[in-house]
């Protein structure tokens, strides 16, 4: 079994902070994605990363793809209140359009 | 473009009942998967549809079964409903054409089982 672990799973700081969310595993993933779920609302996408050692950047936000495609992580700068959410990794393996999920990391935002 | 639909969003049942839950996925797409969300397990994968067959299935017990139609909509029921199974049920959609592709997630459905 495939398993995603995330750290922290909780984290709370203040509007202004940087912080990074790590997701790791002992298995390689043909892909990765990143999703940020809301409360009474479904995961949205992020972002996918596909290639070993990628960097993608999305304003604040920015994923790495370890470069053994077992990690990831997303580092946001200067955390706003409207980055508040549950955010999910989930990897595909290759020829599968499944999704395994990691465990989450809570994160809240204080103004 | 619209986006996902499930229905119902709410639903209460008592233990041994049956549930179908319904998802209508983006207009095009044609592969639609389910997962169950909970605080414990948090999601995990049950199963996957394209042009009405079932491409990939989680590890769940047979009481949790679906099916898709030829509009690529889908049903999933639960049969012999117990109280582990009060979760947040999503659908997703994607075009299917291969691995990795984006899938949209719906608002899912929240099921309690008293």
């Known amino acids: 079994t495939q398993l995603l672990e995330q750290s922290p799973q909780f984290l709370s700081i203040q509007e202004g902070e940087n912080l990074t969310v790590y997701c790791n595993s002992s298995?390689?993933?043909?892909?990765l994605q990143w999703y940020r779920q809301e409360p009474g609302e479904g995961p949205v996408l992020l972002v996918t990363?596909?290639?070993?050692?990628e960097v993608k950047k999305l304003k604040r936000l920015t994923f790495q793809f370890g470069d053994a495609r077992k990690d990831s992580s997303l580092h946001i700068t200067a955390a706003q209140p409207g980055d508040t959410g549950l955010y999910l990794c989930?990897?595909?393996?290759?020829?599968?359009?499944?999704?395994?999920f990691g465990t989450g990391t809570r994160l809240t935002i204080i103004p | 473009k619209a986006g996902v639909t499930q229905t119902p969003r709410y639903l209460i049942k008592t233990r041994g009942q049956q549930v179908t839950l319904s998802c209508s996925p983006i207009?095009?797409?044609?592969?639609v998967s389910w997962y169950q969300q909970t605080p414990g397990q948090g999601l995990q994968f049950l199963f996957e549809?394209?042009?009405?067959?079932?491409?990939n299935k989680g590890n769940f017990p047979g009481r949790f079964s679906g099916r898709q139609f030829s509009n690529s909509r889908s049903e999933m029921n639960v049969s012999t409903l117990e109280l582990g199974d009060s979760a947040l049920y999503l659908c997703?959609?994607?075009f299917g054409q291969g691995p990795g592709g984006t899938q949209y997630f719906g608002p899912g459905t929240r099921l309690l089982v008293l």
């Open positions: 990363v596909v290639t070993g050692g």
């Open positions: 298995s390689v993933f043909s892909s």
């Open positions: 207009s095009g797409h044609r592969s």
């Open positions: 989930a990897g595909t393996n290759f020829g599968n359009e499944k999704l395994t």
């Open positions: 997703a959609s994607s």
């Open positions: 549809y394209f042009s009405e067959t079932q491409r």
